[in-house]
């Protein structure tokens, strides 16, 4: 280890003088206000106690062949971490306390060696999570967090490569600390039973992905996570406005949310209809337009099935537990409930797509369908409303307008009145 330690002086040393000054400047100035203010450009949101106890992760770098790695992290503040391995893919996970991850230059902790994907952000408002995909098994060969002066801290993970029987034994050592499943304790609020108010219908908007889960990336840097929140946002206050709807978002931060907690948080609510709101990316560029997508055992084309599969992994991208979704949604739809609510999600679905009509730009055959891990509710008619695509310009412009967000968010709740119309009175 004399070359690690020599490279890793070399890399305190050297690589990070400017990082450290953000660092001091961050420390140093932290009770004044133009501390609290660069505190407030670092964290975005949150109160000032929230922000002050929150640790900035400003630089990283990842090391290593397909033999060794060594991840390297410099923070503001002393930060808590839990690593731990998963399998079913291969991954080794960090949990941490709340930290911002605002790496100076994120090109050098891209993946190598043994790391094909590297992935970073919130798990909930309290915890924050890399994820990194391996190509082998690993083992932790060393890990320490040191400080190295005031306001700079080094955590140092060094992985080296196993074979599948220790990897798995490691697996089961470590189940009576940190389980099998990854999963991060929920807060409170996020799982409060609402009580039904006369005369009143409940919907659930869902704004895909979130935290360390950012979704579709745009050609022009626009992330998935931060649309489809926004959107929602403004489909609330159309909604609220439109009749007698109780709005509820799974989630309005910017954190993570597992499909089981959006499903949870739906059947406590009591909802009358989710709405599960994203987009996407595709190779053809050329491919635009909103769709509407709603729950089957069978995926009614290969865009919907490949669709279905990576929401479907959203959960193994933030690190925890996979579920086979095909033969839940089997199981599910063999109910006679299911099947009925099925109907009503098929005749909202056919609702949105009557009223986008040619003012809301339409994907060729707009309603599709295939075992959607979110739809999966047997008594709450459900859809997944694909807004757009990413990797088209024209989408991505019109999915970053106020223009076209509140007029899609006018049609859509038209939609929805349609959809209850022998319910409201």
């Keep these: 280890m004399k070359f690690g330690r020599l490279l890793l002086?070399?890399?305190?040393?050297f690589l990070h003088f400017p990082y450290a000054a953000l660092a001091q400047q961050v420390e140093s100035g932290a009770n004044s206000a133009a501390g609290r203010q660069l505190r407030d450009n670092i964290i975005s949101g949150g109160d000032e106690k929230a922000a002050m106890q929150t640790a900035i992760a400003y630089s990283g770098r990842?090391?290593?062949?397909?033999?060794?790695?060594?991840?390297?992290?410099?923070?503001d503040s002393k930060a808590d971490f839990q690593p731990f391995y998963m399998n079913n893919p291969l991954r080794l996970v960090i949990d941490?306390?709340?930290?911002?991850?605002?790496?100076?230059?994120?090109?050098?902790?891209?993946?190598?060696?043994?790391?094909?994907?590297?992935?970073?952000?919130?798990?909930?408002?309290?915890?924050?999570?890399?994820?990194?995909?391996?190509?082998?098994?690993?083992?932790?060969?060393?890990?320490?967090?040191?400080?190295?002066?005031q306001g700079r801290y080094l955590y140092t993970l060094d992985l080296e490569k196993i074979n599948m029987a220790d990897f798995e034994r490691q697996?089961?050592?470590?189940?009576?600390?940190?389980?099998?499943?990854?999963?991060?304790?929920?807060?409170?609020?996020?799982?409060?039973?609402?009580?039904?108010?006369?005369?009143?219908?409940?919907?659930?908007?869902?704004?895909?992905?979130?935290?360390?889960?950012?979704?579709?990336?745009?050609?022009?840097?626009?992330?998935?996570?931060?649309?489809?929140?926004?959107?929602?946002?403004?489909?609330s206050k159309a909604?609220?406005?439109?009749?007698?709807?109780?709005?509820?978002?799974?989630?309005?931060?910017?954190?993570?949310?597992s499909l089981k907690e959006r499903l949870e948080?739906?059947?406590?609510?009591?909802?009358?209809l989710f709405i599960s709101i994203h987009t996407d990316t595709l190779e053809q560029k050329d491919v635009r337009g909103a769709a509407v997508y709603t729950l089957s055992r069978e995926a009614s084309d290969e865009l919907a099935k490949k669709l279905a599969e990576t929401k479907n992994l959203s959960d193994v991208t933030a690190g925890l537990a996979g579920e086979e979704a095909q033969g839940v949604v089997a199981d599910i739809l063999d109910d006679l409930a299911a099947r009925e609510t099925k109907k009503f999600s098929i005749r909202f679905a056919r609702q949105i797509i009557n009223v986008f009509g040619s003012e809301i730009k339409l994907l060729k055959n707009p309603h599709r369908f295939a075992a959607f891990g979110v739809l999966k509710d047997p008594n709450v008619p459900s859809v997944l409303l694909e807004l757009g695509y990413l990797s088209n310009i024209e989408d991505e412009k019109l999915l970053q307008s106020d223009k076209w967000r509140n007029k899609m968010a006018q049609h859509l709740a038209q939609a929805v009145g349609h959809f209850f119309a022998n319910r409201v009175r």
Excluded: C, W
Aim: net charge neutral; hydrophobic share 35%.
């Design 9 to 13: 002086a070399l890399f305190i040393g």
């Design 62 to 75: 990842l090391l290593g062949d397909g033999e060794s790695v060594r991840l390297l992290i410099e923070l």
């Design 96 to 149: 941490m306390s709340k930290t911002a991850f605002r790496f100076q230059e994120p090109e050098l902790i891209e993946p190598r060696g043994l790391v094909e994907e590297l992935r970073y952000g919130t798990m909930a408002r309290e915890r924050s999570r890399i994820v990194m995909s391996l190509s082998d098994p690993v083992k932790i060969s060393a890990e320490q967090l040191q400080q190295i002066q």
């Design 171 to 235: 697996i089961e050592n470590q189940r009576d600390t940190v389980g099998k499943s990854g999963n991060v304790a929920s807060k409170g609020d996020r799982l409060s039973t609402s009580s039904k108010r006369p005369g009143r219908l409940t919907i659930v908007l869902d704004p895909g992905h979130g935290g360390i889960d950012g979704g579709a990336n745009g050609e022009n840097n626009t992330v998935e996570k931060d649309l489809t929140l926004e959107i929602a946002r403004i489909l």
């Design 239 to 257: 909604l609220k406005a439109a009749g007698p709807f109780d709005v509820f978002l799974t989630r309005e931060e910017d954190f993570f949310m």
């Design 265 to 272: 948080f739906t059947r406590r609510k009591r909802a009358d």
